[in-house]
């Protein structure tokens, strides 16, 4: 398996721009972790998805993110509209119920100018 | 509710003295408690569990109750443990990895 693949690794977009991160999970997995890293707040969880559900997305910090989960082998992180303030990486992990050992993507940098 | 703390940003050490990150929890119920690796922009890799009593690259860590914490140790740095090292807590009745901030470890020849 080649692991948690992520899309793209770098971005680079103008404020106001609709933003959109991929995240292919490990087959067979059957949790999905969106998180954020930035030197500030560290790694925060934005939203996570069980069974392509989602379950807990009390992270997302406003309206302008959104998450879906269409089938169990892929997820999107839309943002829209950018602001600066969203540049970061973003990190992709899924993880097989029962064994809570967490695999992360190689991340996304997103960078809004 | 969840949180993890991990006090210290950055440590600094000199390559062969002992390293102690510091991670403290609260959580009301059995948590699971991991180490989290992170070489230069790379992705997180996961270090070691509490459940497994294990030592991977000569770290170890001791889930404390009463203390509530999960300190990460090693006697003796390696440049090469440079890294940023997250401490993570899981719940029991969840799937969800809640992360501390964060410590940078920085090991001076």
């Known amino acids: 398996d080649a692991g948690v693949i992520q899309s793209p690794r770098h971005e680079v977009t103008e404020m106001g721009q609709e933003v959109t991160l991929r995240c292919k999970p490990i087959?067979?997995?059957?949790?999905l972790f969106w998180y954020r890293q930035t030197m500030m707040r560290g790694l925060e969880l934005l939203i996570y998805?069980?069974?392509?559900?989602?379950?807990?997305d009390s992270g997302m910090p406003e309206d302008r993110f959104s998450a879906k989960m269409p089938n169990a082998s892929f997820s999107t992180l839309k943002i829209q509209p950018s602001e600066p303030r969203d540049s970061a990486v973003y990190f992709c992990?899924?993880?097989?119920?029962?064994?809570?050992?967490?695999?992360f993507g190689s991340g996304t940098r997103l960078t809004v100018v | 509710a969840q949180r993890v703390t991990q006090p210290e940003k950055l440590l600094s050490v000199f390559k062969g003295a002992p390293v102690e990150l510091k991670c403290n929890y609260s959580?009301?119920?059995?948590?699971?408690l991991f180490w989290y690796v992170q070489y230069s922009r790379q992705r997180l890799q996961l270090l070691l569990r509490?459940?497994s009593r294990e030592s991977i690259k000569g770290f170890t860590a001791d889930l404390n109750k009463g203390e509530t914490s999960f300190h990460l140790k090693k006697p003796f740095a390696q440049e090469e443990d440079s890294a940023m090292y997250y401490c993570?807590?899981?719940?029991?009745?969840?799937?969800?990895?809640?992360f501390g901030q964060g410590t940078t470890l920085q090991v001076k020849p």
């Open positions: 509490h459940i």
């Open positions: 992990a899924s993880s097989l119920s029962g064994t809570k050992g967490y695999t």
């Open positions: 993570a807590l899981s719940g029991s009745n969840t799937g969800k990895l809640i």
């Open positions: 087959s067979g997995h059957d949790y």
């Open positions: 998805f069980n069974n392509n559900v989602p379950i807990d």
């Open positions: 959580y009301s119920g059995s948590p699971e």
